[in-house]
């Protein structure tokens, strides 16, 4: 049991990390900057400079963090399939986090959101 919880405490670890390297790695490819790392209570965040980039710039770089996470969790399945069931659990309630737009807290899923909702309105004038 001590081996499976020092597993599971290991793939949060490295998702986190993986996420935030993402937003930061794509932000960089697309010509933004890396501010720095951002602690608000008990989030984690990094600091971008995205003011040049276009909606399309701002949705990817929002999108390399969750994506990072699941090349984690298929590391993580490659190497200790048996425990499949818990890595995908694991990123599933992560993206349900991360990626459903709460609007209480601003995550990645709120960003999109309002992105597409941004678009949305542009496009219907």
């Known amino acids: 049991m001590t081996v499976m919880l020092f597993r599971l405490l290991a793939l949060a670890l490295a998702?986190?990390?993986?996420?935030?390297?993402?937003?930061?790695?794509?932000?960089?490819?697309?010509g933004g900057r890396w501010l720095g790392v951002e602690f608000r209570g008990w989030m984690l965040g990094v600091r971008l400079s995205i003011k040049s980039f276009s909606l399309r710039q701002v949705a990817l770089t929002l999108v390399a963090g969750p994506l990072a996470e699941a090349m984690v969790v298929a590391a993580f399945a490659l190497v200790w399939p048996v425990d499949?069931?818990?890595?995908?659990?694991?990123?599933?309630?992560?993206?349900?986090?991360n990626l459903i737009p709460w609007g209480l807290i601003p995550n990645d899923g709120t960003r999109l959101w309002r992105i597409l909702r941004h678009h949305a309105v542009s496009t219907a004038r």
């Open 15 to 30: 998702m986190v990390i993986a996420h935030e390297t993402g937003h930061v790695v794509v932000t960089r490819l697309l």
């Open 84 to 97: 499949l069931n818990w890595w995908l659990l694991i990123l599933g309630l992560q993206w349900m986090l």
